[in-house]
């Protein structure tokens, strides 16, 4: 393997505040090589009905006040802030990204435990005037935030750290018991989040049951079928793709659900802008972790009478970024996550080119660059039916689709039927504003790319791309339910 020390990982599930091995183990590779990096147990059914039930016994038992989950989670981002740059290793030995952006991940999942933390004790009810209905003047009414009770937290292999901690921080802010499940081929990492958790625990000077925070790894058809059967699971929140997002839409009953699924995200960049800038950022934000990120520059759209120098700063950024080892500090762009994955985006970029796109720099794959690395590669003249232009490609693709005004351009930013994120480039304020109203999307990023996302802010999209926020006050408030209690006139007996 490339890393330095390739240390064998063989984790287990914790269940019920004890960590458990199943009957059949799956092993986790390293995509740059192929090498083993460890394995994990492959959860029985009746394990993961076992963690369910330990949860809701746990959330049934637990009395932590707001102030002690705040220090649970305060301590669990202390736990992984001393650990940083173990579980940085970690994360790029199953997942594949440039060390440099394990290590960023890393700092942000830290964030993020942070905010959750502070959100505890932020879970403010509100006073409700009566008197703003006749006949009800001497009444009193507020509302207050109460927890759902077990909430399923199921992540992607993208960012396997920082969108667990999305979901298992928010819960637990909001009071509520967790059981993780992470993706099967990045799930050593989550487990290094669980095992924070499980340290920080016994650190606290609170009463944690044991219970509260469990993780079961393998099927994700075992454990998401289980969850969406269980009556104690109050709640669902899961990143990952629109056909598993519908499915379990459609089968979660009255379950409070949250999905930040797919995307197709456009990026406007117009004439008044500064192309080179404007270009940078969107080679950034489409191939950063070889383009394997929900919110990526999927379409470039561009108005025509600047395309050509757009094209060739784009081409200047891309061929500025090293691909290559990511253990190598330099590295930009590393491994896609899996074969699939990588033929998925070798597909697409073939049949765009068959179709009459052009290559202007890159459209290497495979071979001498490593089995599942792309190269960054830009293509002009795409239109909008290409497959580059109506798919999510998930990789480091930079499709250039020309726009005569911005009519054209806000018709094509919506011709998708996600709506996650969107960016665009302009020193026009009404343009701007027209963007942010006509555009749709969960997001309008001015500018800046579509791939913007700050860890407190509301994130998620219309349409195919999801429902609900993440965001940590945003998601404390899914994970909560909203109470009113009214005080009336009384009676006395005097």
Partial sequence: MSQET?????????????????????????????????????????????????????FEASELSAYERYELLSETARQVEDRADEIATILTSEQ???????????????????????????????????????????????????PLGVVAAITPFNFP????????????????????????????????????????????????????????????????????????????????????GKYLAENSGMKEITLELGGNDPTIVWGDTDIEQAAEQVVGGACSNAGQVCNSVERVLVQETVEDELVDALVDAAEDLTVGDPFEDGTDIASMVDDSQFEDVVDIFEATVEQGATVECGGSYGGDLGPRTFEPTVLSGVTPD???????????LVPVISVADFDEAIAEANNTEYGLEAGLFTQDIDRAKRAADEIEAGGVNINTVSGFRADHMPYGGFKDSGVGKEGIKYAVEHFSKAKLVGFHDGFTNA
């Avoid at 287990?12 to 458990?20: A, D, F, N, R, T």
């Avoid at 986790?28 to 492959?42: A, I, K, N, R, T």
């Fill in 6 to 58: 390739a240390t064998r990982l063989d984790k287990q599930m914790l269940i019920g505040g004890e960590w458990v091995d199943a009957d059949e183990r799956t092993d986790v590779v390293h995509p740059y090589d192929g090498d083993l990096v460890g394995s994990v147990p492959m959860a029985s059914e009746e394990q993961v009905v076992e963690a369910i039930d330990a949860a809701d016994e746990a």
């Fill in 161 to 244: 750290l920082n969108l667990m901690v999305h979901k298992v921080g928010p819960a637990i802010a909001a009071g509520n018991a967790v059981v993780g499940k992470p993706a099967t081929n990045t799930p050593l990492t989550s487990v290094a989040l669980f095992e924070c958790l499980d340290d920080a625990a016994d650190a606290v000077d609170a009463d944690v049951p044991a219970g509260l925070f469990n993780v079961v790894t393998g099927s994700g058809s075992t454990v998401g079928d289980t969850v969406l059967d269980h009556d104690a699971v109050e709640a669902i929140s899961f990143t990952g793709s629109t056909g598993v």
């Fill in 96 to 146: 594949g990204k440039p060390i440099a952006e394990a290590r960023g991940e890393v700092d942000r999942a830290v964030q993020t435990l942070d905010l959750s933390a502070e959100q505890a004790k932020r879970m403010f009810g509100e006073y409700v005037p009566m008197d703003a209905q006749k006949g009800f003047a001497k009444d009193h009414c507020f509302t207050q935030r109460e």
């Fill in 386 to 396: 290409m497959p580059a232009a109506k798919e999510e490609t998930f990789g480091p």
